[in-house]
């Protein structure tokens, strides 16, 4: 069979063949229909991300859509290299499977799964959104800030505020239903003013940015917060801004703010697989935003550093040109049998 196989850390993968997967005890191989590329994906390839390693070579990919021997419809939830999706067929834990709901296209979940589990897990797991409360979304206008605002509303959130630089990305975010919008551009303290308008009050920060953003936003929201003691829930997802952020100390003395992170460590696997259940029942009533850019794996190495627009996300499918269109044509069947 093929594969996309990574040889050096930090060079795009090559499309070669590799052997059949051999199931060990409790394992099934299930056929891969799409995977999809994200930063998670990029990071453990190039041996930056804090959860890998230098084993090589390594198959990259973390989850996907696949078609078991009986013809399910399933979703591969994680299936960490140096044994990853990105390959014809995989050998997967039986119990690991979720089966994908009906009408839903497999390469559109392979597509959200990722961010929207993000958001899912911060918003349920971490943030522990209770009905009502308000939500400030930090770095709102990526795939995953957008799956934030759905998600929160959908989970009963009185209200969402966006911060990012796009401002036709925000533009977009306020569409989706933000109630209002932070543009990260201007002058440190125009940054900051804006967060204590928008955002003072809110009750959970969900934060895909870190850095100076989250500073800023952080600042203003306790200079303008009407009730210092009302617990402000600060949960970081990511760090696309950078790695690093100064707080303070006096910050943590004059308010109530609670700091908890939510990432593959972050949670026991049982919790990580219950949430992400939860949410691909709940796909079918959201509408996702995700512009998916399908490729054939055989053209991997050249599409691995592409540049994609704003929002996009690259989505690999099985082999060539052929391949591509036979999986298009599956994808077709599957959503006509609703």
Request: proline content about 7%; glycine content about 10%.
């Amino acid at each position: 069979m093929y594969a996309a196989v990574v040889h050096a850390l930090g060079q795009p993968p090559r499309y070669e063949s590799v052997p059949e997967p051999v199931p060990a005890s409790g394992e099934v191989v299930v056929e891969v229909l799409a995977a999809a590329l994200y930063p998670l994906v990029r990071s453990f390839a190039s041996g930056g991300h804090y959860t890998g390693g230098d084993a090589l070579p390594l198959v990259p990919g973390f989850d996907g859509v696949g078609r078991t021997s009986a013809g399910e419809l399933v979703y591969i939830p994680v299936l960490e290299p140096p044994h990853g999706t990105m390959a014809e067929r995989v050998a997967v834990p039986a119990a690991a499977l979720m089966p994908v709901p009906r009408g839903l296209d497999p390469v559109t979940v392979a597509a959200v799964m990722n961010p929207a589990s993000s958001a899912w897990i911060a918003l349920r797991e971490r943030g522990r959104l209770r009905e009502g409360e308000s939500v400030l979304v930090l770095g709102a206008t990526g795939n995953a800030g957008r799956a934030a605002i759905q998600l929160a509303l959908d989970q009963g959130a009185g209200a969402v505020v966006a911060a990012g630089r796009d401002p036709q990305a925000l533009r977009a975010a306020a569409a989706l239903g933000a109630h209002r919008t932070v543009q990260l551009t201007g002058s440190d303290e125009e940054i900051a003013a804006a967060f204590g308008a928008a955002a003072a009050d809110v009750d959970i920060v969900l934060d895909y940015l870190w850095d100076r953003p989250a500073e800023l936003a952080l600042d203003g929201i306790l200079r303008h917060r009407a009730d210092l003691t009302r617990t402000l829930r600060w949960v970081q997802v990511g760090s696309a801004a950078g790695p690093d952020m100064t707080v303070p100390s006096a910050w943590f003395r004059k308010a109530d703010v609670s700091v908890c992170g939510s990432g593959l460590g972050s949670i026991s696997g049982a919790r990580r697989a219950a949430a992400l259940r939860e949410l691909l029942a709940r796909l079918p009533a959201l509408a996702p935003t995700t512009e998916v850019v399908t490729v054939p794996m055989s053209e991997i190495e050249t599409a691995w550093d592409s540049p994609t627009s704003s929002g996009a996300r690259l989505v690999f499918v099985p082999g060539g040109a052929d391949e591509r269109a036979s999986a298009a044509r599956e994808a077709r069947k599957d959503r006509e049998t609703v």
